[in-house]
T-cell receptor, first 113, second 111 residues
Framework: DAGVTQSPTHLIKTRGQQVTLRCSPK?????VSWYQQALGQGPQFIFQ???????QRGNFPDRFSGHQFPNYSSELNVNALLLGDSALYLC????????????FGNGTRLTVT | GENVEQHPSTLSVQEGDSAVIKCTYS??????FPWYKQELGKGPQLIID?????GEKKDQRIAVTLNKTAKHFSLHITETQPEDSAVYFC??????????FGAGTRLFVKA
């Protein structure tokens, strides 16, 4: 039973470029959340997708957008990259039930130069 | 806004000793409190969680306590082992769908 898988594992981009990160949820999970984790800090909530809709959003600018597909997989898109966007981007999946635990992937390390 | 504070930021213990990590939360609607362990190069892994209708929960060497009145919750690890060395995060989920994380505690267990 595969857990949460994310691709790519590492990515280097130049300031101003756009990036797309991908996530496949754990089998049986239908909800995907995205988090940004800066070095030495806790994960910060970006948004959550359920039934192909953005269900809740954290304090991130519109440059951050996402999508969920019918098979529950998800993408995170970041436009007009800034140096400060360099971080570990984590995808977490869960069921749609209340208080369902988050199961995290190993993340995508994004470096913006 | 919603916030979770975590202390200490770094904790060093001798193998076999206990480790305690404490967190406070601000959102009174919070009703679910998970704890995660993150090892180098990996994503956070759930180690234990507690719901607001429970004051304490134990799983082998790990226990969590929750004081809803004071908005405090704590993680206790007994008989620590070198493999317990990692970064630990507390978190809280309230009336919405997002889980808010603390800043993390780096635990060092010295053999």
């Amino acid at each position: 039973d595969a857990g949460v898988t994310q691709s790519p594992t590492h990515l280097i981009k130049t300031r101003g470029q756009q990036v797309t990160l991908r996530c496949s949820p754990k089998s049986g999970h239908d909800t995907v959340s995205w988090y940004q984790q800066a070095l030495g800090q806790g994960p910060q909530f970006i948004f959550q997708y359920y039934e192909e809709e953005e269900r809740q959003r954290g304090n991130f600018p519109d440059r951050f957008s996402g999508h969920q597909f019918p098979n529950y997989s998800s993408e995170l898109n970041v436009n007009a990259l800034l140096l400060g966007d360099s971080a570990l981007y984590l995808c977490a999946s869960s069921t749609g039930q209340d208080n369902s635990p988050l199961h995290f992937g190993n993340g995508t390390r994004l470096t913006v130069t | 806004g919603e916030n979770v504070e975590q202390h200490p930021s770094t904790l060093s213990v001798q193998e076999g000793d206990s480790a305690v990590i404490k967190c406070t939360y601000s959102d009174s609607a919070s009703n679910y409190f998970p704890w995660y362990k993150q090892e180098l190069g990996k994503g956070p892994q759930l180690i234990i969680d507690i719901r607001s209708n429970v004051g304490e929960k134990k799983d082998q060497r790990i226990a969590v306590t929750l004081n809803k009145t004071a908005k405090h919750f704590s993680l206790h690890i007994t008989e620590t082992q070198p493999e317990d060395s990692a970064v630990y995060f507390c978190a809280a989920r309230g009336g919405g769908f997002k889980t808010i994380f603390g800043a993390g505690t780096r635990l060092f267990v010295k053999a």
